[in-house]
Structure formats: C-alpha cells, structure tokens
C-alpha cells in the first residue's frame, strides 16, 4: 500500500507537471491546489529537490518546479523514494533485501517465489510509467 507521504508527493509531481512553463510555483499555492497539507508538503518537495527532480527559486517570484521532464519521472523511483520497495516481503526485494527470520529455506518457499513473480510483474509496469503517463491519465 502506498503511505500518504507517496500520494501526497504524486499529487505535488502532477500538479507541476501540469503547468504550462517550469515557472516556479509557491508551496502554499501547491498545498492549496492539491489539498496536501502545508507542512507535510514542504518535507516532501524537499526531497523531491535533494533528489534531483525539482528545483527552486527563492524571493520574488519563487517557488518549486519541475527540474526533470514528466516523462523522465519513473512511477518505481518515485515509490521507492517516499515508500521504499516495491516488494511486498523484504526477501523478494531487489534494493531492500532482506532475509526472512521465520523462514527455513528461502530458495524452496512458495510465498517467496510468488512474491517475486508479484514484485516482478509490478515492476514491469511502474518502470515504464512515467509521471507524464499519470499526467495524460487525467485529462
């Protein structure tokens, strides 16, 4: 399940991605437009920024916009970023792998193996989405 952290930073992604020129858009403005609340969305942009997707201009006419191109936003980069893996189970994460401390034989468990197949075949689809694809879902 996604935390509202990770809805609330999709929320934020689609609301700049939508706006016609990268023109720097004020966090309360933002917060008002996506119903995401002020704080929270101020932590949020921030990270979005440390990481390299938006960037922001201060004083007069300042604000957050989008420093990367909507279709160069990944839906799986976005997730792992606020909501960590993608897997449901820590052993069949790929970058959060953890091992199972009730499991006896990881290599022959069926919840594993499932799990795997599961992480997989959301993968395939959530590293070809990009925020653009969200983006022309709404319209």
């Known amino acids: 399940m996604l935390s509202k952290k990770t809805k609330y930073a999709f929320h934020a992604l689609t609301f700049l991605g939508k706006q016609e020129l990268r023109k720097p858009i004020l966090i309360s403005e933002v917060a008002e437009r996506t119903s995401v609340p002020k704080k929270f969305l101020e932590s949020i942009l ?18 957050y916009y989008l420093l990367k191109d909507a279709e160069d936003i990944m839906l799986a ?5 606020f909501n960590g893996p993608i897997a449901l189970l820590p052993c069949a994460s790929l970058n959060y792998y953890e ?3 009730e499991c006896v034989d990881e290599v022959s ?5 499932m799990m795997i197949e599961v992480r997989d075949e959301t993968l395939k689809i959530l590293e070809k989405k990009s925020l653009q694809d969200m983006i022309a879902s709404e319209a």
Do not use: P
């Open 99 to 101: 091992s199972c401390t």
């Open 109 to 113: 468990c069926g919840l594993n193996k």
């Open 77 to 81: 980069d976005v997730i792992r970023m």
């Open 46 to 63: 921030l990270e979005l920024r440390k990481a390299g997707v938006l960037n922001s201009k201060m004083g007069k006419g300042g604000g």
